[in-house]
């Protein structure tokens, strides 16, 4: 049974510049993605798909492959993360490289561990699962949220006024980390969320969305306690 890990990490990100390779406590934040996925030893390669030739080469120093540069097809802002991992499994079978399941990892996944990738393969094995993804539950009940239509404040859901939260089933959402999969359910359905996907739950304290320099701050604090927990 072979495994790789296959991290997506365009060069064009808009929002916070060169995200990918900033700087996140001394080292790109890359790396953490890289270096997490080889020591966890569950895949024969690392490999970053990027479009960048500077992201290439500080994954190269971090100890993963980049066997060539992602196409301008599949680095524009409409391409999907399932297209790029599809264009890795074709560059890869040209060559004469096949692989029985493969985990997307996002190059900003600092909290992934080798317990909870472990426990994603499992649930794909044991469950014949499409694909597996690790899940955090939303803080506050959403059946209780609101929305704003013309300065005007109303529930989403007004049944569940007088609901109380612990009486209310528990939501999740993605937690942006990882994603394992079948490459060819992939190649045939290329989405990573499908009828057939399993899930591992993880705790709001090792879970961060990083798409502003807000986020960024809060993923420092979060990674800092999350290491000085883990050290003792």
Known sequence: MKSIAIIPARGGSKRI???????????????????AALIS????????????????????AAGAVVPFLRSKENANDIATTADALNEVTLELRKIGKDFDFACCIYPTALFMAKGDL?????????????????????????????????????????EHYDSRSQDLEASYHDAGQWYWYKPEKLLENPTLFTTNTGAVQLTEDRVQDIDSETDWQIAELKYKSWKSRNQH
């Open 118 to 158: 472990k426990k994603g393969l499992d649930l794909l094995l044991e469950n014949d699962f499409d694909t597996v993804l690790p899940v955090v539950e939303f803080s506050y009940p959403i059946l209780r949220s609101f929305k704003i239509e013309n300065e005007k404040l109303k529930m989403n859901w007004p």
């Open 17 to 35: 510049p060169k995200k990918n390779i900033k700087k996140f406590s001394g080292k790109p934040i890359i790396n953490y993605s890289i270096e």
């Open 41 to 60: 030893g569950l895949f024969s390669e690392v490999i970053v798909s990027t479009d960048s030739e500077e992201i290439a080469q500080i994954s190269r």
